[in-house]
């Protein structure tokens, strides 16, 4: 079972816009984390954020984490072709036990 | 640094053959995974180890076989591969949080 549910399942915008992806999940959390594939590719670590944070940033990145939903999100500003890619959030209930990883956002940005 | 490497990259197999598929990491981590993915799926967690000598299963370990008898490796095995098994396979490893993959070995099991 996947605890990880990201929505939506795929999203496409245009260059420049902004681009929101919703992560929740059921049980109680260590962490949730937040990768990134290209297609083809291995997954690539975005960023991190506790249990006991609220909201972390890294460049054009925004991820929030609301423990009493159950829900994260994550945001990226002023989108660039590049960004075209599978998005997926994976969490852990400890720091002993392994990522559990979502299904993941289709993410396409056209130029 | 190497980081996370997998052989081989691609593999074809017949139903009921055997095949090994190596992890190599090159940053001294404790902790490595095995993953598959399936199309339009996340990925799910075959077995992994928390450090050499170690293994542990975990979402859909069976059918495979794991070592971890050096800490910069991890191998996995199938002993008789079935069609269910094409995949795509991901080696990660970590040190705490963070997870490094590898780049994938694509596998078809006819």
Redesign the interface.
């Known amino acids: 079972?996947?605890q990880?549910e990201e929505d939506p399942q795929a999203l496409s915008i245009q260059e420049g816009e902004n681009a929101t992806m919703n992560c929740s999940y059921k049980t109680s959390i260590n962490?949730l984390?937040w990768?990134r594939q290209n297609s083809?590719?291995?997954?690539?670590?975005l960023i991190?954020i506790r249990s006991n944070e609220r909201e972390k940033h890294s460049g054009r990145l925004r991820v929030t984490l609301d423990t009493s939903k159950k829900s994260s999100s994550l945001l990226i500003t002023a989108s660039r072709a590049a960004d075209t890619a599978s998005y997926?959030c994976a969490t852990d209930a400890s720091?002993?036990t392994?990522?559990?990883?979502?299904?993941?956002t289709r993410l396409s940005v056209i130029a | 640094n190497a980081g996370?490497t997998q052989t081989p990259k691609f593999r074809v197999l017949k139903t009921g053959q055997s095949m090994t598929l190596l992890c190599a990491q090159d940053m001294n981590h404790e902790y490595m995974?095995w993953?598959r993915q399936d199309p339009?799926?996340?990925?799910?967690?075959i077995h992994?180890s928390?450090g050499e000598g170690t293994t542990a299963k975990?979402?859909v370990p069976d059918g495979y076989n794991v070592s971890r008898l050096k800490k910069q490796n991890f191998l996995l095995g199938l002993e008789s591969a079935a069609p269910s098994q094409t995949s795509v396979y991901?080696c990660?490893s970590s040190y705490?949080?963070?997870?490094?993959?590898?780049?994938?070995t694509r596998l078809t099991v006819t």
Not at chain 2, 40 to 45: F, T, V, Y
Request: glycine share 26%; proline share 4%.
């Open positions: 079972s996947q990880g962490n984390q990768y083809g590719r291995g997954l690539v670590h991190l997926f720091g002993n392994p990522l559990v990883f979502g299904k993941g | 996370v995974y993953y339009g799926m996340g990925l799910r967690l992994y928390v975990g979402e991901f990660a705490v949080g963070e997870q490094y993959f590898g780049p994938g």
